[in-house]
């Protein structure tokens, strides 16, 4: 009777141990899903944050060429469209600062990146439907404003300098930014609402299983330690 009670300990130690196990797993798995929702959301981010800066930087060299004629920053208004649209490599790092450096010689010689248009590299994160459509809309409305700039460029080129600088500085230069940055501002808020829901909910079920892995850990020890101390009675002599 008491080996068979013995027996009965071990097993269900046993079976509540593979049990901890099991949910050891399962939280290891979870946190690696948690850990890729995080991923993902900065991926888009990261996304949003380089399309706005390609605006900016466009927008700078196309008012720098327009108010100095220097042919360095038509070059260089040229070069970021051209990556943007995977034409040309597009420059490891090239999501730090880059070209406040790069026109002044304060870089090395870039390493060699990838050819992918943002537009690629957006379908590729594949990021959700409506992030994807804000982006997009983002983009034309820059490919837009590309299209602006360049009957500025026109103006300098026709010597007409003075109405490039307004066409670049007037009101309707800005409300064309302004459709730029106002669907990437929506996508940011969109991004931070939805993945802090989905944070709290991965950080609720992460709470779950870690307490019952250590729940049946501690069970199984006990059951363990109870089949250990289980002796037969001694019969006397």
């Not at 959700?128 to 034309?140: D, T």
């Amino acid at each position: 009777m008491y080996r068979g009670v013995s027996l009965g300990f071990w097993l269900t130690s046993a079976l509540i141990g593979c049990t901890a196990l099991f949910f050891t797993f399962l939280s290891i798995d979870h946190r690696e899903d948690a850990e890729q929702l995080f991923i993902k959301r900065e991926t888009v981010l990261g996304l949003a944050d380089e399309l706005r800066q390609s605006s900016d930087d466009l927008t700078r060299f196309a008012r720098s060429y327009a108010a100095t004629a220097d042919p360095r920053f038509l070059d260089r208004f040229r070069t970021v469209l051209a990556i943007r649209e995977g034409e040309v490599l597009r420059p490891s790092g090239y999501q730090y600062v880059y070209w406040d450096l790069e026109i002044v010689g304060g870089l090395d010689e870039a390493e060699t990146g990838d050819i992918k248009s943002l537009e690629q590299r957006l379908v590729d994160a594949g990021i959700g439907s409506e992030p994807l459509y804000l982006l997009n809309r983002a983009k034309r409305n820059s490919d837009r404003l590309v299209k602006i700039e360049g009957q500025a460029f026109q103006l300098i080129e026709a010597g007409q300098t003075e109405k490039a600088l307004q066409l670049l500085f007037g009101e309707s230069y800005h409300r064309a930014k302004a459709g730029i940055l106002s669907p990437i501002r929506t996508l940011q808020q969109m991004v931070d609402r939805q993945m802090a829901k989905e944070l709290d909910v991965a950080s609720e079920k992460q709470q779950l299983l870690d307490t019952m892995a250590i729940a049946t850990l501690l069970g199984s020890v006990i059951f363990g330690a109870l089949a250990g101390l289980w002796r037969k009675p001694r019969t006397s002599a």
